[in-house]
């Protein structure tokens, strides 16, 4: 399968990687495996995760100052890749040192560019609401799941299965299949913004309201590839606009902020978070809300890791479109195939004329 090269790649939450001597994490992203860990400033780096030696991995070394030491044989890299120590060598040639890819801290999360260094503009990180947000009380959580990226950016952008898949949970009744969102094509992604009215709330909230308790709810999402879906979820008491803002009250203003990372062709690392707003705070609100997430999440996981055995067993079958699902999935997947194209043509050699 192939991936974007010349992307940020979510590596994970800021917190995973401690100053602690054992905290050196090892990740795949893109097909590659990656090494991380903090420098004594506090500074990620993230390294490829096999030394140029005979290939041991790096991320079973041991730190030192800046340095990491592959513990095989000894070789020691410094922070920028270059082999500062080959032990029982008296030099060090040149040409020995390792892969370091830019790694940049935003948001509480950890953005791995795995192209042209050159190239790596920070201004092309996908913003999202991490948890150091002032504003907002936000919970972060991870799942693996054993699909494709593309299954999973698919279903986020695709939010009719939320009446099903999440029926138990996050779910707000029928009314979210039925609506027909409108999709602005982004650069990188794509936009949806819609409302559903006078809904009942997601069971996994219902036992905080009366039973006759209706709302109406925003979602407001920009999905950017490679992955981040970030939405702005508010809740109002039921009203009676029937477009445009709600006059209901507003009883959640929320944001969610998930990145999902291609390990390789067949899993992916999902880094995802969900926050209240302090003016819409109550006491246990934000873990509640990261229960509800975590339930949903693992129900995804369910639909996606069920679809995917299917899919390598059948990989023939004709699938069969039915349009109000199909939109957004189709968009957000064109648009991960238009820029792998363009990398792609981007990189072919010029062709000489004799
Ligand atoms: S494999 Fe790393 S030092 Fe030999
Ligand atoms: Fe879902």
């Given at each position: 399968?192939?991936?974007?090269?010349?992307?940020?790649?979510?590596?994970?939450?800021?917190?995973?990687?401690?100053?602690g001597?054992?905290?050196?994490?090892?990740?795949?992203?893109?097909?590659?495996?990656?090494?991380?860990?903090?420098?004594r400033?506090?500074?990620?780096?993230?390294?490829?995760?096999?030394?140029?030696?005979?290939?041991?991995?790096?991320?079973?070394?041991?730190?030192?100052?800046?340095?990491?030491?592959?513990?095989?044989?000894?070789?020691?890299?410094?922070?920028?890749?270059?082999?500062?120590?080959?032990?029982?060598?008296?030099?060090?040639?040149?040409?020995?040192?390792?892969?370091?890819?830019?790694?940049?801290?935003?948001?509480?999360?950890?953005?791995?560019?795995m192209?042209?260094?050159?190239?790596?503009?920070?201004?092309?990180?996908?913003?999202?609401?991490?948890?150091?947000?002032p504003?907002?009380?936000?919970?972060?959580?991870?799942?693996?799941?054993?699909?494709?990226?593309?299954?999973?950016?698919?279903?986020?952008?695709?939010?009719?299965?939320?009446?099903?898949?999440?029926?138990?949970?996050?779910?707000m009744?029928?009314?979210?299949?039925?609506?027909?969102p409108?999709?602005?094509v982004?650069?990188?992604?794509?936009?949806?913004?819609?409302?559903?009215?006078?809904?009942?709330?997601?069971?996994?909230?219902?036992?905080?309201?009366?039973?006759?308790f209706?709302?109406?709810?925003?979602?407001?999402?920009?999905?950017?590839?490679?992955?981040?879906?970030?939405?702005?979820?508010?809740?109002?008491?039921?009203?009676?606009?029937?477009?445009?803002?709600?006059?209901?009250?507003?009883?959640?203003?929320?944001?969610?902020?998930?990145?999902?990372?291609?390990?390789?062709?067949?899993?992916?690392?999902?880094?995802?978070?969900?926050?209240?707003?302090?003016?819409?705070?109550?006491?246990?609100?934000?873990?509640?809300?990261?229960?509800?997430?975590?339930?949903?999440?693992?129900?995804?996981?369910?639909?996606?890791?069920?679809?995917?055995?299917?899919?390598d067993?059948n990989?023939?079958?004709?699938?069969m479109?039915?349009g109000?699902?199909?939109?957004?999935?189709?968009?957000?997947?064109?648009?991960?195939?238009?820029?792998?194209?363009?990398?792609?043509?981007?990189?072919?050699?010029v062709?000489?004329?004799?």
């Open positions: 399968m192939e991936f974007l090269k010349n992307a940020w790649y979510c590596a994970g939450w800021d917190y995973q990687i401690s100053q001597k054992e905290s050196i994490v090892a990740r795949k992203i893109a097909g590659k495996r990656v090494v991380l860990y903090r420098k400033n506090g500074e990620v780096v993230a390294m490829e995760d096999q030394c140029p030696h005979r290939q041991a991995a790096m991320s079973m070394g041991r730190k030192e100052g800046d340095a990491l030491r592959c513990m095989y044989h000894g070789l020691k890299f410094e922070a920028d890749g270059r082999c500062s120590e080959i032990p029982g060598a008296k030099d060090v040639p040149d040409s020995l040192c390792i892969r370091v890819y830019p790694a940049v801290e935003k948001d509480n999360w950890i953005w791995v560019w192209g042209d260094p050159a190239k790596a503009d920070p201004a092309l990180i996908s913003a999202g609401v991490g948890p150091g947000d504003d907002y009380i936000t919970k972060p959580s991870y799942v693996r799941v054993n699909a494709s990226y593309l299954l999973e950016n698919a279903n986020l952008a695709d939010l009719s299965h939320l009446s099903f898949t999440h029926e138990g949970t996050i779910g009744g029928r009314a979210t299949a039925q609506i027909v409108t999709h602005r982004l650069p990188r992604g794509i936009k949806t913004d819609y409302w559903t009215r006078n809904v009942p709330p997601p069971k996994f909230v219902r036992h905080l309201f009366e039973p006759e209706r709302c109406d709810a925003n979602f407001d999402i920009t999905q950017t590839y490679p992955c981040t879906w970030v939405m702005h979820f508010r809740v109002f008491t039921a009203g009676t606009a029937t477009e445009g803002e709600s006059d209901g009250q507003l009883v959640m203003d929320s944001w969610t902020s998930q990145a999902v990372t291609p390990r390789d062709d067949r899993s992916v690392d999902y880094y995802y978070s969900w926050g209240v707003s302090r003016e819409t705070d109550f006491p246990g609100m934000a873990d509640m809300l990261k229960e509800g997430i975590d339930a949903a999440f693992l129900e995804d996981k369910r639909v996606l890791e069920g679809q995917q055995i299917r899919i067993e990989p023939n079958f004709r699938q479109g039915i109000i699902a199909d939109a957004g999935p189709a968009r957000m997947l064109r648009v991960i195939d238009q820029l792998i194209r363009a990398e792609r043509e981007s990189e072919q050699p062709a000489r004329i004799a």
